[in-house]
């Protein structure tokens, strides 16, 4: 539509001083395809692989060499190649790559392209702020599902009865109960709101959150939880990871009775992060599999937002469920 109405308008303003012919119109719409081609070279590989602040010279570079190719090249193409077929019995002008004629070719088409790349560059930025908004939304939604979680009267009971618990005995483990529930109420109140957090800090709320879960459920919970972060400067957004352990607890312990085995493994290769979560198959009729869960798809819509198609999901089921997730993760440096 663009590229029409540019068409349309152009053959109005000329008309008004210069008579339409058939030649002149297809003399047009033969320069029209490459103009647009460079164009759209400019906007979707140029423009995205130069953009940052240490490749903005390379980018001005190509431009500046794109236009002279674009003021030389044109009339080259239009008096040397089209015209002869078109009009095989014009005279080629003397001063065809004259400086001033070069310099008319570009800024006439230069015009044009800027704008469609400026039309171009304004719909990303607003499709970026929608994503944006949209991230914002799903990332409250999910602090807000894992603290109605956490922070839900069934937890906290179930917890502070527990520590009343342990406190009485000898061995008590209230001081571990009580540095376990601050830990978790410390991320949720100062890291959920963070864009970015290290990676270790997610690492230790997951720890912390396992931790109370088996104060709770004793020895009926067994969790092998493995860790191989070799790059210590990794950051991720918070509550990626948690939601899919929080989930295969959560799932596992109320719906199988008996000892309960879960294994969480964390490792860093190549800058991504691999998250891997198995648990036991529960035979029941009313099994909730852990990919149905509403916080579940929540995380599914962040990371849609966050990283496109540059991320894996695989929640499968065989003989146990196991959620398999790799993304990439951003650097301190």
């Not at 002279?68 to 239009?78: F, H, N, P, S, T």
């Not at 695989?314 to 993760?329: F, M, Q, R, W």
Request: charged share 20%; aromatic share 10%; with cysteine.
């Amino acid at each position: 539509m663009f590229w029409s109405t540019d068409f349309v308008s152009y053959l109005v303003v000329i008309s008004a001083n210069t008579q339409i012919s058939y030649t002149t119109v297809l003399g047009l719409l033969t320069r029209y395809p490459l103009m647009i081609g460079i164009t759209y070279f400019i906007m979707y590989y140029l423009i995205p692989r130069y953009s940052t602040n240490k490749k903005l010279w390379e980018l001005a570079i190509w431009i500046l060499v794109i236009l002279v190719a674009i003021g030389v090249g044109l009339r080259y193409y239009r008096y040397y190649l089209i015209t002869p077929i078109l009009e095989p019995s014009s005279v080629i002008p003397a001063n065809v790559f004259a400086f001033n004629r070069i310099l008319g070719e570009i800024f006439s088409w230069m015009a044009v392209m800027f704008m469609a790349i400026a039309i171009k560059l304004i719909k990303t930025k607003n499709q970026l702020q929608q994503q944006n908004q949209e991230l914002a939304a799903e990332k409250r939604i999910a602090e807000l599902s894992f603290l109605k979680a956490q922070m839900h009267p069934h937890f906290l009971f179930n917890t502070l009865n527990t520590l009343y618990s342990e406190a009485i005995k000898t061995d008590s483990k209230s001081e571990q109960i009580v540095l376990r529930l601050s830990n978790l109420m410390r991320f949720i109140l100062e890291e959920c709101n963070k864009p970015l957090i290290s990676l270790e800090k997610e690492i230790k709320v997951i720890e912390d959150y396992i931790a109370l879960e088996k104060i709770r459920h004793g020895k009926r919970l067994e969790v092998d939880f493995t860790r191989d972060v070799r790059d210590h400067d990794i950051l991720i957004s918070p509550l990626l990871m948690l939601p899919f352990v929080e989930n295969s607890l959560k799932h596992t312990l109320s719906g199988k009775l008996g000892v309960i085995s879960i294994k969480i493994k964390v490792h860093t290769e190549r800058n991504r992060v691999h998250l891997m979560v198995a648990n036991d198959i529960i035979q029941s009729s009313q099994q909730v599999a852990p990919d149905h869960g509403l916080g579940v798809k929540n995380i599914k819509k962040q990371l849609e937002l966050l990283f496109g198609k540059n991320f894996k999901l695989d929640i499968t089921e065989g003989s146990k469920y196991i959620v398999n997730l790799n993304i990439p993760a951003s650097q301190t440096s």
